[in-house]
């Protein structure tokens, strides 16, 4: 039976300082070639930290739209296949593999890459639900979040490379928490553990280590998350999507401050919270 691979590695390198150079060590993030396959047939093949794997798979069918309700995954089956990668093979009920065959396209995703192999340039504006949570949050809160995602990027600390994602809820901190080295994937691996533990999307905040791209916006939509928070600047699409779909988009988010990019009326003015 194959073995998975582990998420970290160790590599020998050279390394000079004050003017010297030394042998040594260092801890890198591994990267793995990652097929979904839905009833016998691949859809999609990311690069992917293998870790959270189950997570990954179901997060990625709820997000894109494969699939509905996590019921729709009958079986679902990690592989080792040596030195080609891993195989999450996938098998579906019959009223939701009617639907992908219906709407079957090919992917290939290079790391970070979240709209790879779409058939037509119609398919990137595809039709979101429209977020109407009214989740209600103080500033404290949304540094609270971004500092405790930090906290947990247990991976990230050993190698430096790693993006994570979180859902965090006012008063229960914490839910969920992935790291990859695809800001993608990590997202997509948080859907899976809401989806595996029942916790409603709509409750609380995603929280993100990278810059904020289209698609990142498109999975929280489907996701249900009425704000998102991210250490780094969206794109200007980001930014219209998650105007259209109804999302508080808050970017920038370092140093105790932040920008609210859409929907600021999710975000409290007064006084408390706000130190």
């Not at 404290?140 to 994602?165: G, W």
């Not at 979180?166 to 695809?182: I, K, N, Q, T």
């Not at 280590?209 to 698609?215: C, G, I, K």
Request: hydrophobic share 50%; glycine share 10%.
């Amino acid at each position: 039976m194959r073995v998975l691979p582990a998420p970290l590695t160790t590599h020998g390198r050279l390394g000079f300082a004050e003017a010297s150079f030394q042998q040594g060590h260092r801890v890198l993030a591994e990267e793995t070639a990652v097929a979904l396959s839905y009833d016998g047939a691949t859809h999609a093949v990311m690069m992917a930290t293998p870790a959270d794997l189950e997570d990954f798979a179901l997060g990625f069918s709820l997000t894109e739209g494969v699939i509905a309700t996590p019921a729709s995954i009958e079986e679902l089956e990690v592989m080792a296949r040596g030195p080609l990668g891993i195989e999450i093979r996938m098998y579906l009920s019959a009223a939701a593999g009617a639907r992908l065959v219906r709407r079957s396209r090919a992917m290939a995703g290079p790391a970070g890459c979240g709209l790879c192999g779409l058939q037509a340039l119609e398919d990137v504006a595809r039709e979101l639900p429209y977020v109407t949570a009214t989740l209600s949050l103080w500033p404290s809160d949304v540094t609270a979040a971004m500092s405790a995602l930090s906290d947990a990027q247990a991976l990230n600390r050993e190698v430096r490379a790693i993006h994570a994602a979180g859902f965090w809820r006012p008063r229960d901190g914490l839910l969920a928490v992935a790291e990859d080295v695809g800001r993608h994937n990590a997202l997509d691996k948080v859907a899976g553990k809401l989806a595996r533990s029942g916790v409603n999307g709509a409750t609380g905040l995603i929280a993100l280590t990278s810059r904020v791209s289209v698609e990142l916006v498109q999975k929280a939509a489907r996701i249900g998350a009425p704000v998102m928070v991210a250490i780094s600047a969206p794109t200007a699409l980001a930014v219209r999507t998650a105007e259209a779909c109804g999302i508080t988009l808050i970017a920038v988010a370092r140093d105790g401050g932040f920008e609210v990019f859409t929907h600021p009326d999710r975000i409290n003015r007064g006084a408390r919270g706000t130190h």
